[in-house]
């Protein structure tokens, strides 16, 4: 589904991406890992053509997309809940469903998969009509999922879904993220908190400091003590 | 307060500049180039004030003009010799006609006259930032503009004001811009000034200073008012004879373009784009008044020096939105070049990555 | 009663044309943090296109003649977008400012260059310079359309803002332009319907000033810009609402001076409105409906 091959990213003198290569294929949920600063939200932005890469190919859904613009990608089926969710807190939360769906032009699609949200998330059809940014954070996460969904992508990337919430909702974001696996979304989900993805994921890549340091599967780096302890902070089992 | 030796250095050169063109149109030119480069040296000494203002708080000044405005007839109406007023001037209030102030008294007198319209106008402006600053700056120009064209009794209004002593000289113009690059660059490098940058540099930086800021802003717009109330009084004592429209927005175009060109985040950029645009200028003057070249008679485009200042600006931000010179000083460009010839016969030498 | 009524009447269309002017100000300034001061260039493009309409095409229906000022007026504003702004989109807001301003410039001297400096003439249908008897009033047809159309274009913009997948989308910019790419929205579709808006709205005022003045020259545009900005600085700039309030309050209070002040000081009118606004802006920084300044510029 996507193949990024020796991604690198700069931001003037800082190398925030070196020589990355990543690989998700379809169905699959990848897991992108690694300590504050590591270079994953500026991985993600430049796959997804919101910041220029100084090196890269990167290859979707079979076709070189390198150079193509962010608006071209979305249209050609990746979707980013992008980090801070980034819910447009003017516009009521019927219209950020509207902006989500905006490259669809199949009205009664669209009315379909709005229900179906509406219907995950009873608090969103409540607040239907108010301005998003009266939800809660959690509430707001919910909304940028769905959002994010609402253009029928075949990759969904998220980055942090779980920054900021309480443990309760973060176990709920999760519960929505294993609904959309059952429902054959390709996942990549980029976090902090690796306990919680890895019991979702099947393969996962560690960044540290802008480069990859650990890739496999997600058991084998739930058992591989070392990268768990340096990298993310956490008792390997 | 002492004074870093760079700026000293800089300065030096500046000057040395200035005072070349100055005595070298003193010694050799004719009296009407002399009178070019007479309104050169109030250009340059505008641009300078502008500078100090809107290279350090990186907020675009329309309404610099307005201040010169207010100085040159201030000067105007203290100094001009009762006898003429008594025709030119019979209404005017304050008993004013009635007076007539020596030099020593009325130069002064019109400086300070700026500065306290400056205290007041300065009051609402630091309050403001980007945008909305800028339009007041614009507002307070058409202010000027108005109330000199409409306060009959006092300015003549629409018609000009003349009979004002011609006491300025080229040589005194050209040392006021020489010590006004230097107290330029004095402020540009001083502590407040370096803060100054920064703050307007970094949004959130300058919200952990916010009052201070402020204050730092003021002295800036103070400063910046006095440049401008000595270029009017200078420019009413040589021309003799001023009305509403010198001080509105072709003056306001003219320097602007010189500074944004120049570079406005340094006296160096100042200095080079009011002689840069003034070179073109000329040329540009002689032009639009249909000279004959080689035989060929050229027609008549007024219009055409407007044109060449908005061409300057256009091209300007589309190519090198920092100006010519760019945020370096004279002493630093020549530094960084040393640099850069080091850094480049180094990489020249390192494999290829 | 009818004195005050005739004086409404002039509020709400003097006020009505400083706020169209404004929102096209303010809708360029949100979506793509751009201070348009070309933008009464766009009036003088409409005013001297209705001139050309008259003089080369012997156009000589006044229903006619109006929309081709209105259609120049949106077709220029899209093509500076194309020409002058996009190159400029990136840069710092100082950059996209000056630019615009040396543009103003350059097309008030090409004017004056290749037209000339005299104002020329543009015929005004008869229609327009009527007035309607309304029992002992008497109220002049421009300034009733004036008033009419402001409100109908701004009941039209507000349903379009609401309404539209691009309205929503413009809205959304104006807060978080990146994120609104990632929805699969073009930049440029949105920058360009903002610049065609503006157009639109510049190009109506056009219509009016031209009324009015029953000429072009190659200055026209400065002053109603002018007192544009100062509306959008009142109203809080960047603000659509504050755009319209501001406009309104500035043609109330320049009507309400207009009518009192006695005739030895009604030279001084503007320099009265701006003090009193410098005033207000003493204790309301951000204008009416303006946000606390963070002492830091959008981009
Ligand atoms: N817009 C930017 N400009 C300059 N540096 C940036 C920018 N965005 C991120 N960085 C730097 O790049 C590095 C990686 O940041 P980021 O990609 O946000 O990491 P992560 O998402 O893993 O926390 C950091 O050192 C950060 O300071
Ligand atoms: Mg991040």
């Known amino acids: 589904m996507l193949e990024a091959s020796h991604i690198s990213v700069n931001y003037g003198p800082i190398k925030a991406v070196r020589d990355v290569s990543i690989d998700v294929g379809r169905g699959d949920v990848v897991a992108l890992l690694g300590p504050n600063g590591a270079g994953k939200s500026s991985l993600l932005s430049s796959l997804v053509g919101l910041v220029p890469k100084n090196r890269g190919t990167v290859v979707f859904d079979n076709e070189e997309v390198s150079r193509a613009s962010t608006e071209d990608l979305i249209r050609r089926g990746m979707s980013v809940t992008p980090e801070g969710r980034r819910i447009f807190g003017d516009l009521t939360v019927g219209e950020n469903l509207r902006l989500g769906a905006a490259i669809r032009s199949d009205k009664d699609g669209i009315a379909e998969d709005t229900e179906k949200f509406l219907d995950l998330f009873p608090i969103l059809r409540k607040r239907f009509n108010s301005a998003a940014r009266y939800l809660s954070g959690g ?25 900021g919430l309480a443990p309760r909702i973060v176990d709920q974001i999760f519960e929505f993220l294993v609904t959309l696996r059952q429902w054959g979304l390709t996942l990549l989900i980029v976090e902090q908190n690796a306990s919680e993805v890895l019991e979702i994921a099947d393969r996962a890549y560690v960044l540290s400091t802008g480069s990859i340091v650990f890739s496999g599967t997600a058991n084998e780096l739930s058992n591989s003590g070392g990268v768990m302890e340096l990298y993310l902070g956490l008792e390997g089992h | 307060m002492t004074v870093k030796s760079s700026v000293l250095l800089g300065s030096a050169a500046l000057g040395l500049l200035i005072a070349l063109i100055g005595f070298s149109a003193l010694l050799f030119a004719e009296p009407y ?32 003009i307005g201040f010169m405005g207010i100085a040159a007839y201030a000067v105007a109406v203290l100094a001009t010799p009762i006898a003429i007023k008594k025709t030119a001037l019979a209404t005017a209030p304050f008993g004013l006609s009635g007076i007539e102030l020596p030099l020593f008294f009325a130069v002064p007198g019109a400086i300070a006259i700026t500065l306290i319209v400056a205290f007041f106008v300065g009051l609402v402006m630091v309050r403001q930032t980007g945008v909305p600053a800028t339009i007041a700056t614009l507002a307070f120009l058409v202010v000027v503009h108005v109330v000199l064209l409409n306060w009959v009794d006092l300015t003549r209004g629409p018609r000009a004001f003349y009979g004002i002593p011609i006491k300025a000289s080229l040589s005194t113009a050209t040392a006021i811009a020489v010590v006004g690059v230097l107290i330029a660059r004095m402020f540009r490098d001083s502590r407040w000034g370096v803060q100054l940058r ?22 800036a717009w103070m400063l910046s008012a006095l440049f401008l109330s000595v270029a009017g009084v200078l420019f009413a004592l040589f021309v003799g004879t001023i009305s509403p429209k010198s001080f509105y927005f072709e003056l306001t175009f003219l320097t602007l373009a010189m500074l944004i060109i120049g570079g406005m985040h340094s006296v ?13 200028l000329e040329v540009t003057r002689f032009v639009e008044n249909g000279p004959d070249i080689a035989g060929f008679e050229l027609p008549q485009m007024f219009g055409l020096t407007g044109f060449y200042l908005g061409a300057v600006i256009v091209f300007g931000m589309a190519f090198r939105s920092e100006g010519i010179v760019g945020p370096q000083e004279i002493e630093e460009w020549w530094g960084s070049r040393q640099q850069g010839k080091q850094s480049d016969a180094g990489s020249s030498e390192a494999p290829n990555p | 009663m009818d004195y005050f009524l005739q004086q409404a009447l002039n509020a709400l269309s003097l006020g009505g044309e400083y706020a169209l002017l404004a929102l096209g100000l303010a809708i360029v300034f949100s979506v793509m943090g751009l201070v348009n001061f070309a933008h009464g260039e766009l009036i003088t493009v409409g005013g001297y296109a209705m001139f050309l309409a008259v003089l080369i095409f012997g156009v000589k229906d006044p229903l006619l003649i109006l929309p081709v000022g209105v259609l120049a007026a949106i077709f220029f504003a899209v093509l500076l977008e194309r020409v002058a702004f996009r190159p400029v989109r990136a840069a710092p807001p100082t950059t996209g400012m000056l630019m615009a301003f040396g543009i103003s410039i350059i097309l008030q001297n090409s004017a004056l260059i290749f037209v000339g400096t005299r104002p020329k003439a543009v015929p005004t249908a008869e229609w327009l310079m009527l007035d309607v008897n309304i029992g002992s009033l008497r109220m002049p047809v421009v300034q009733l359309l004036e008033a ?23 809205r959304a910019a104006a807060k978080d332009f990146s994120t609104v790419r990632l929805m699969g929205i073009r930049a440029d579709r949105v920058v360009r319907t903002a610049f065609a808006i503006s157009g639109l709205l510049a190009g109506l005022a056009a219509v009016f000033i031209m009324a009015r003045r029953g000429a072009v020259d190659p200055f ?3 002053t109603p810009v002018l007192k544009a900005f100062v509306a959008a600085v009142v109203g809080g700039f960047g603000s659509l609402p504050g755009a319209v309030i501001g406009g309104f309050a500035l043609g109330i209070a320049e009507v309400t001076l207009q009518a009192t002040l006695p005739s030895s000081v009604a030279g001084f009118r503007d320099a009265f409105i701006f003090s009193a606004i410098a005033v207000l802006l003493l204790f309301r920084p951000q204008g009416i409906l303006g946000e606390r300044p963070d002492f830091g510029e959008k981009t």
């Open chain 3, 148 to 170: 009419g159309v402001t409100i109908g274009a701004i009941t039209l913009l507000v349903v379009f803002m609401r309404n539209t997948t691009i309205g929503i989308a413009m």
């Open chain 1, 139 to 163: 509430e707001q996460q919910m909304l940028a999922i769905s959002r994010s969904l609402m253009s029928r992508p075949k990759l969904l990337m998220l980055d942090e879904p779980s920054l």
């Open chain 3, 220 to 222: 026209m545009g400065f």
């Open chain 2, 33 to 64: 180039h002399q009178r070019i480069v007479f309104i050169f040296m109030v250009n340059l000494i505008i641009v300078l004030g502008l500078q100090v203002f809107m290279g350090n708080c990186d907020i675009t000044h329309f309404g610099h």
């Open chain 2, 198 to 219: 920064a703050s307007s540099e970094d949004a959130a930086a300058a919200a952990a200073v916010g009052v201070r800021m402020q204050r730092l802003r003021f002295a």
């Open chain 2, 268 to 280: 160096t950029g100042a200095v080079v784009g009011a002689i840069v645009v003034a070179l073109g």
